[in-house]
């Protein structure tokens, strides 16, 4: 097995994205106008996905845009081409229609009149005098401001530091950044900015604090993060080594071994899985830049490759392999003590039982489908009729799950079940046992295509004989092609699911622009899968050593595109429970709710 280098695997991530796909110019792919819309930047835009073939022209045909509003959305685009997998935005008419506002103009504008109406008011003498006053105040200012912050640092509290480890990131006393805040207590949040101290004026003050007996200040009301349910996490300080939970074991490096199959059998999953690696490169030089110092040791492991115990030894957590296959041949290989992260393939959930340091990231179907039937359990009234619809005939996973977990919820719902070949005739039976006041809730339990487009053309025609309807779907009807977007938004269809990415996320904004910078093309949801993953984990080993699978259930925190809330199963390992709500809006917007 050969130990692949990062600098070496780096390089050659950026020599590959930087050939042109120059072949899909001869031969061109259909294009679906996509069903999904995001707003970015404050407009509404299309999320489409690329597939092998496709031009930047046949999509802005598909899409009745340019190829220049094409590019002015996705900047990248002119240097790297169209990329399979990626997601590019589309403007939709709404967001070419809202013109910029030449905001420079205007102030260029404003400041002449200004001066004008100055010079027309007071002597030319006075006016020059006024001006270099004013001049030499605002230099005074600047250097004062200048002076001020070379003295000082603000820093933006993560969810995983404390006081301690904020202090030896910058060389002062715990008691000199707690002077400086007003702070009374240990107790931080996520995103609190704290004001760190020159180490030279905290060293003096803290020398004075010690001989006078100085107490810090009374605290002014703490500053709130903006996502306090998620990024806030609370340590009890005790004495105890017993009580492991609230016991910090910080790292000073964190090792994390990285298993894939880059050569994978296939040019699509290789690549998928070089994406996705190369969102791990990305959060590793994110954390490094926040000081957590990550020793990654890549092996690839295409080809039936296989692991020893030596090359996984000393590793603080092991990300991969990716299929359940794989998996289970890992743990014949290796102790199953070491701490072991499945992310890609939400089927190796039913090896967590048996192995109680895995942690399944991809939340599995079942508990999106709980998760879908609680929702709708949330927003029922008295008024309500609930509908679950299957296709006569057909016993699939989707509807045996989905009907056992109605059941074991005690929510009264009518049955209703025909045949495909029976959709032309079914709107008056529908109509007949639906509510004409309430709302009617639908289920649909089924993953077939060709029958799930019957229903919603069905449930649309019957909107339009005034019934309201909202639709609950899973995850699986988002993505088939045949359906019309419109119909999705016609029933106001909520969807659980476990990617999501919100494109006004000042985060994923971030992110986008490091990607794009680093590696010169458009991220797939694997890269967004990636940096996840690495920028979720390796936090909690830097922090709880060897202990931090204990923190886990703990550790709630909402991701780019996932959220990880991961709870114990059994006696065995733990499974991802995050999910992310939205709902399709009668105004073409996705909007996510949790």
């Known amino acids: 097995m050969r130990r692949k280098s990062i600098i070496f695997l780096l390089t050659a991530l950026l020599m590959a994205s930087g050939t042109a796909a120059t072949a899909q110019e001869y031969s061109c792919t259909p294009v679906t106008v996509s069903s999904e819309k995001v707003r970015y930047n404050g407009k509404v835009c299309y999320s489409h996905i690329v597939l092998e073939k496709q031009t930047l022209f046949s999509i802005s045909k598909a899409y009745g845009v340019s190829v220049e509003d094409i590019y002015r959305f996705n900047p990248s685009l002119k240097e790297t081409g169209l990329k399979k997998n990626t997601i590019i935005l589309i403007p939709s008419a709404e967001a070419l229609m809202e013109e910029p506002k030449p905001l420079e103009k205007q102030e260029i504008q404003a400041a002449d009149q200004t001066a004008a109406e100055a010079k027309a008011t007071e002597p030319e003498t006075v006016v020059k005098e006024t001006v270099v006053k004013e001049e030499v105040r605002k230099k005074e200012v600047k250097k004062e401001q200048k002076k001020k912050k070379s003295k000082q640092t603000v820093h933006v509290t993560k969810w995983y530091e404390d006081l301690d480890t904020i202090a030896r990131k910058y060389g002062v006393s715990v008691e000199a950044i707690m002077k400086a805040n007003n702070l009374t207590g240990r107790k931080l949040t996520s995103r609190q900015k704290l004001i760190i101290p020159d180490p030279e004026d905290a060293l003096v003050q803290d020398d004075a604090a010690e001989v006078t007996g100085e107490l810090p200040a009374s605290a002014p009301d703490a500053e709130m993060p903006e996502e306090t349910s998620a990024d806030t996490l609370q340590v009890q300080e005790t004495d105890s080594l017993s ?131 609680e929702w709708l359990k949330e927003d029922m009234t008295p008024a309500d009729t609930v509908l679950m619809i299957t296709e006569k005939g057909m016993h699939s996973d989707v509807a045996v799950q989905i009907k056992a977990i109605m059941d074991s919820s005690y929510i009264a719902y009518n049955p209703f079940s025909y045949s495909i070949l029976e959709g032309r005739d079914v709107t008056d039976p529908l109509y007949g046992i639906m509510t004409k006041t309430g709302v009617n809730r639908i289920v649909i339990g089924s993953d077939s295509e060709a029958f799930v487009n019957d229903v919603v053309r069905n449930l649309n025609m019957l909107i339009h004989r005034k019934l309201n309807i909202v639709l609950y779907g899973t995850s699986k009807i988002r993505g088939f092609e045949t359906i019309e977007a419109e119909n999705f938004h016609n029933t106001s269809m909520h969807v659980s699911l476990t990617y999501y990415i919100d494109y006004e996320d000042v985060r994923v904004k971030a992110f986008l622009m490091k990607y794009r910078a680093l590696f010169n093309t458009e991220p797939t949801q694997f890269a967004f899968q990636g940096y996840d993953i690495a920028k979720y984990f390796i936090p909690l080993a830097y922090k709880y050593g060897g202990r931090w699978q204990e923190m886990l259930s703990e550790s709630e925190k909402a991701m780019l595109q996932s959220t990880f809330r991961c709870l114990r199963k059994g006696d065995g390992g733990f499974v991802n429970h995050g999910i992310r709500r939205i709902v399709y809006g009668k105004d073409w917007n996705v909007v996510k709710v949790r």
């Open 243 to 373: 009580a492991a939970p609230a016991v910090l074991f910080p790292k000073e490096k964190v090792t994390a071994t990285l298993l894939l199959p880059l050569k994978a059998d296939g040019a699509t999953s290789s690549r998928n899985n070089m994406d996705f690696y190369s969102g791990v490169l990305l959060a590793v030089n994110d954390l490094a830049e926040e000081g957590i110092s990550t020793d990654l040791n890549v092996y690839d492991i295409s080809g039936g490759k296989a692991v020893t115990e030596e090359d996984i030894e000393g590793s603080d957590l092991v990300i991969g392999p990716v299929s359940a296959g794989d998996i289970s041949r890992y743990f014949s290989i290796v102790p199953q003590t070491t701490s072991l992260i499945s992310p890609l393939d939400p089927r190796a959930d039913r090896l967590v039982a048996a192995h109680e340091n895995m942690v399944q990231a991809p939340t599995p179907h079942e508990i999106q489908y709980r998760d879908l039937v």
